[in-house]
């Protein structure tokens, strides 16, 4: 990974930067090096917890690690709806999670909020095109 060997010749100093760490993580998410990505977004949370996107990614990488998984994703993101009441994209991924654990009602009804905040952002194409939700599809093209 030349890309995050080049990160490691930055100064320690500048290496816990928020945008440096997001650099990393991206590096590691495009790499599906999930733990490591987990560990980043994790730390940017705690740095920057009024930043909606760093939740969004650390319930992403947590899902994908290895020992993670739905539940503990969904668990950063139900803290995260609190925090952020107009965020679309929790709304969408905690959608997702419940639908993947075959819970529809609940993620149609987490999709509907996801659709109602996005507002004149129409999501619907992404939840057609997303194949966490393809249990609810049908649904999905008639709201």
Known sequence: ?????ELDKITPALRAHPL??????EIYAKAKKWEGAA?????????????????????YATRRKLGGGIPDAKKILL????????????????A???????NLKEAMQWL???IDLAGKKDIRMMALDDPDLEPLWCQISEI
């Open 20 to 25: 440096v760490l997001l650099v990393r993580y």
């Open 79 to 94: 803290e995260a709806e609190s925090k952020f009441p107009s965020e679309y994209l929790i709304r969408f991924n905690l």
């Open 96 to 102: 997702c999670y419940e639908c993947q654990s075959g």
């Open 39 to 59: 560990e980043i977004a994790g730390t940017l949370v705690k740095l920057m917890p009024e930043q909606s996107s760093f939740w969004i990614c650390s319930a």
């Open 1 to 5: 990974m030349a890309a995050d060997e």
């Open 112 to 114: 509907e909020q996801a």
